[in-house]
């Protein structure tokens, strides 16, 4: 009965060990993927600021030329309504 039982753990003891190595197969099965996960997420992220970066850009550009012209359009005005002219 004694060795039954020596066999019984021991048939045990193999078994957890299985199961503890399909565990830690699936463990690294699923680190890798999230790996691969977090570097597209990266890389998605780094296209989407760098788009913000060109648009916020071209947003600065665009006032500064709308208050040129807003600057020159006034000076014209401000020459011909010296010279006589009576607007809006």
Same mark, same amino acid.
């Given at each position: 009965?004694?060795?039954? =039982?020596?066999? =019984? %753990? &021991? &048939?045990? %003891? ?7 190595? @399909?565990?830690? +197969? +699936?463990?690294?099965? /699923? =680190?890798? #993927? *999230? ?6 997420? !990266?890389?998605?992220? @780094?296209?989407?600021?760098? *788009? /913000?970066? /060109?648009?916020? !850009? *071209? $947003? ?7 208050? $040129?012209?807003?600057?020159? /359009?006034?000076?014209? #005005? $401000?020459?011909? $309504? !010296? ?6």
């Amino acid at each position: 009965m004694e060795k039954q =039982f020596v066999d =019984f %753990l &021991s &048939s045990e %003891l193999k078994l957890q060990k299985n199961v503890g190595q @399909e565990h830690i +197969h +699936h463990m690294n099965i /699923t =680190f890798g #993927e *999230a790996r691969r996960a977090v570097s597209q997420y !990266q890389k998605e992220a @780094e296209k989407c600021n760098t *788009a /913000t970066q /060109t648009c916020e !850009q *071209a $947003r600065e550009q665009a006032e500064a030329l709308t208050r $040129r012209e807003e600057k020159i /359009t006034s000076l014209w #005005e $401000r020459c011909a $309504r !010296q010279l006589g002219w009576e607007g809006e």
